[in-house]
């Protein structure tokens, strides 16, 4: 399932960032994927200006 890839992924220190998106989030989808090494969590329906904020804050991050 897709916490499987994103812990793949950070057992190979890749992608920098990632962000989980559902359309099935439950209370414990979101502490689910954070916990598989997810960046950032959103659950649909989201607007654009979330997501950009979202992107924007993820690539701050990555500058330091």
Known sequence: DALDIIRAARELDWPPAVIAITAFATRGTRQAALD??????LAKPFGIAEFS????????RSDH
């Open 36 to 41: 598989a090494g997810a960046s950032a969590f």
């Open 53 to 60: 904020s979202l992107v924007e804050g993820l690539i701050g």
